[in-house]
């Protein structure tokens, strides 16, 4: 297909004639708690424990995932990793710094842990209110201001901290870029999700999001271990694409090259 535009870069809309549509799973591994003491119990017994329930259906309706992992706190053990790369599922940087170099070092770490590199990054903040940001990072409320020029300066090939924009597009500066991904929607918060024809693969992309330490019960919140499971063969079903972060990422590289 001939192009009309004329800017230096592709516009993303020429993905939208990939006739299926796409869906990336999400999965922010926090803390389990938003308590400081327990989730040093959880972690001392059971680390990642809670990843297993998410797994289990992954691997039952064959779903791949971008796990993000916060440095030093749900770095994944290698058992767990190798559960998880068997879901063909990628491994990405859920930071908490702000600074370029801190992230290229957390980067750098975290590849160290995992064995392969690391392209992606999300901002752990943005998913969660502030004062709780606060509680658990013992960092002041400058997390808040996490930017996308601190990822690109990194090295990250793409920031999925999710941005106000309609679709992925890339940030640049001089010889640098990242590709910024546009907001998510977490469907393990919030009221149940009904009427799947209605609400979910909606766009062309969808994004969707999984705490998995949602997924089964924890002090007060329910279990959505049930309603993640229905998702997935929803997703299944309707045969929509379930790709990473990374191998949507590739595509816009390979677009913007061409
Ligand atoms: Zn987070």
Known sequence: MASKYTSSFQRPSEVSDLSEKQAVFRIDVDAPTGSLLSNRLHLK??????????????????????????????????DILGEILDTQ?????????????????QKTEMERAVGESISGISYHGRDLIDFIVHKITRKNRYVAYHNPFSSMLAGF?????????????FLGLSDKRILLFPNYRDITLGPPIIRFDESLLQQQLNLYMIH???????????????????????????????????????????????
């Not at 990642?48 to 053990?77: D, S, V």
């Not at 599922?89 to 070092?105: F, M, N, R, W, Y």
């Not at 090939?157 to 597009?169: C, F, V």
């Not at 949602?214 to 063969?233: T, V």
Request: charged residues 30%; glycine residues 6%.
């Open 45 to 78: 017994h059971g680390y990642l424990r809670y990843l297993r329930t998410l797994i289990q259906q992954m691997t039952e309706f064959g779903i791949k995932a971008t796990f993000m992992f916060i440095p030093n706190r749900t770095t994944p053990t290698p």
């Open 89 to 105: 599922s990628e491994v990405a940087l859920h930071a908490d710094e702000v600074l370029p170099g801190k992230l290229a070092q």
């Open 157 to 169: 090939r793409y920031d999925a901290t999710g941005y106000l924009q309609n679709r992925p597009e």
């Open 212 to 258: 998995p330490n949602y997924l089964d019960k924890y002090g007060f919140r329910r279990s959505r271990r049930d309603e993640i499971r229905a998702i997935f063969d929803h997703v299944t079903k309707r045969g929509a694409q379930v790709r990473t972060y990374a191998e949507v990422c590739e595509d816009y590289e390979r677009m913007a090259r061409s």
